[in-house]
């Protein structure tokens, strides 16, 4: 298969209309500070101890840990919403890792934690599976990173 075939069999998960754009600014990369443009983000970034640092400050990794928990977090209880359930209590919570690959770059890889501690097991299963579809960052990083998904 090209690699155009490829491309005209996914699931085109582009957004047909935007709705709202975040704005940052990192001045310094991961050794400086990352500020947002209306100012609700001003963070001191820094190496974690693991890549050689002083971990004396946030890193990439840890934003898009909280950012991607977040997002699907809200896709899944839009999802149970919309199933009619309540998700009160759920939680996700995400590991991102990063790593050489075989490119001579980096990579990363996303574990997800998700706890639907009042739903069936099988129908926990289908609502994670659902958001998994409905998430802005599950849609970006398909079959582009690893994301494993742990129900619990």
């Given at each position: ?5 490829a ?5 085109d ?15 310094g ?15 001191k ?8 640092g002083?971990g ?7 934003l ?11 896709a ?7 199933q009619?359930?309540?998700l ?15 490119q001579?770059?980096?990579g ?12 069936d097991?099988d ?7 659902a958001?998994?579809?409905?998430c802005?960052?599950?849609?970006a ?12």
């Amino acid at each position: 298969m090209t690699d155009d075939a490829a491309v005209e069999t996914r699931t085109d998960t582009r957004p047909t209309k935007i709705m709202y754009v975040a704005e940052a600014t990192a001045h310094g990369g991961r050794d400086g500070y990352i500020t947002s443009q209306d100012g609700r983000i001003d963070l001191k970034a820094a190496m974690p101890p693991e890549l050689g640092g002083d971990g004396d400050g946030t890193n990439p990794e840890q934003l898009f840990a909280a950012g991607y928990s977040s997002c699907f977090h809200n896709a899944l209880v839009l999802v149970g919403r919309r199933q009619g359930y309540d998700l009160t209590g759920s939680t996700v919570a995400a590991k991102v890792g990063i790593g050489p690959n075989k490119q001579r770059g980096y990579g990363l890889a996303v574990a997800l934690s998700v706890s639907l501690p009042v739903i069936d097991q099988d129908i926990a299963a289908k609502l994670v599976d659902a958001a998994h579809h409905v998430c802005p960052y599950s849609n970006a990083t398909r079959d582009n990173i690893e994301v494993t998904i742990l129900l619990g």
